[in-house]
C-alpha cells in the first residue's frame, strides 16, 4: 500500500442509471481515465417506473454502481451532472460504513492521481 494512502479512507458509492450498455460502458471509461472511481459496475438491464413531466414512464435501463472515495463524490457528481445524456438523472451517493482495509486502500490508490502526474 502507497504510504500516503490512509488504510482506512472513507469510501462511498455513487449510483445512476442510463439508457443502454453503450452509453454505460462510455461514461464508466471517461471515469475510471478521470480516476474519479476505482471500480464501475454494470448492472444487467433493470425496469424504472417513474413519473416526468407529468407523464409515467416505465423505461429498461441499466445502473451503474460506482465505488470511489468520499472525498471524490462532490467532484463526481458535477462531473456526472456535466456529461449525463439524461436532462435530470438519477445520481446518489452513500457513505460506505464497513469493508475492508485492503479494498479501501485499493479504491483510494486507484483515484490518486499516478505519482509522475502529481
Known amino acids: ?9 472513507p ?17 464508466a471509461s471517461s471515469m475510471l481515465d478521470r480516476r474519479l472511481a476505482a471500480c464501475i459496475q454494470i448492472d444487467s438491464p433493470i425496469e424504472s417506473h417513474y413519473r416526468w413531466e ?6 429498461t435501463e ?4 460506482i465505488k470511489t472515495t468520499s ?3 462532490p467532484e463526481l457528481i458535477r462531473w456526472l451532472g ?8 438519477q445520481i446518489l451517493a452513500t457513505e460506505v460504513t464497513e469493508t475492508t482495509s485492503g479494498y479501501a486502500a485499493w479504491v483510494a490508490a486507484e483515484t490518486s492521481p499516478p505519482p509522475n502526474e502529481g
Not at 14 to 25: K, M
Not at 62 to 65: A, G, N, T
Not at 82 to 88: M, S
Open 1 to 9: 500500500m502507497p504510504e500516503n494512502i490512509p488504510a482506512r479512507t
Open 11 to 27: 469510501l462511498a458509492i455513487v449510483w445512476t442509471t442510463l439508457a443502454d450498455r453503450d452509453s454505460a460502458r462510455q461514461l
Open 54 to 59: 407529468g407523464r409515467l414512464h416505465v423505461d
Open 62 to 65: 441499466v445502473r451503474l454502481i
Open 71 to 73: 472525498d471524490l463524490v
Open 82 to 89: 456535466e456529461n449525463h445524456p439524461y436532462d435530470e438523472p
